[in-house]
């Protein structure tokens, strides 16, 4: 959410100069860094709670999750005639969508609201309904079983 409050800061700021931000999540497991803090394969993802647990050597659409299909994006993002500031935007594997944030109508606890308050509220607070949060700590996860059905047509390719 940081990452995000800014960018729409610098967006906020920079539109009377024509300045545009926008945020990437990409989706890439060829790229340097993911090497560097992964050297032994996908210890990242494993030793996890069993519904958060991926591998990604079992993935047979990971193949697709490169660095050369985020750059369409990011390039598209930086062009001067890019339409849009402010937004938050996937690429992965190919599949581009926006992400947006949204809120529940939450309930007021008071002048002075305690933990307590919060607690017994959470629920309220949190909404009803199960909405997957596709921005929180799990967005990767989430984001291969998401797209994995939509990649798909890309692995025979």
């Not at 700021?13 to 090497?35: H, L, Q, T, W």
């Not at 994006?73 to 849009?84: D, E, I, K, R």
């Amino acid at each position: 959410m940081g990452v995000i409050g800014l960018t729409r800061s610098i967006a906020w700021e920079g539109m009377r100069f024509g300045i545009k931000a926008n945020v990437i999540a990409p989706a890439a497991f060829d790229s340097r860094i993911y090497a560097e803090i992964n050297p032994g394969g996908d210890a990242v993802l494993t030793g996890r709670p069993p519904e958060l647990q991926v591998s990604l050597e079992a993935a047979e659409f990971v193949s697709v999750y490169t660095a050369s299909r985020v750059t369409p994006l990011a390039l598209t993002l930086l062009h001067g005639s890019c339409p849009v500031t402010a937004e938050v935007y996937s690429a992965t594997g190919g599949y581009f969508t926006r992400f947006a944030l949204s809120h529940t109508e939450g309930t007021l606890l008071g002048v002075v609201p305690t933990v307590d308050d919060v607690v017994a509220h959470f629920g309220e607070i949190r909404g009803k309904g199960t909405v997957t949060n596709e921005l929180d700590g799990e967005a990767l996860v989430w984001g291969l079983q998401s797209f994995a059905p939509r990649l798909k047509p890309l692995v025979a390719l």
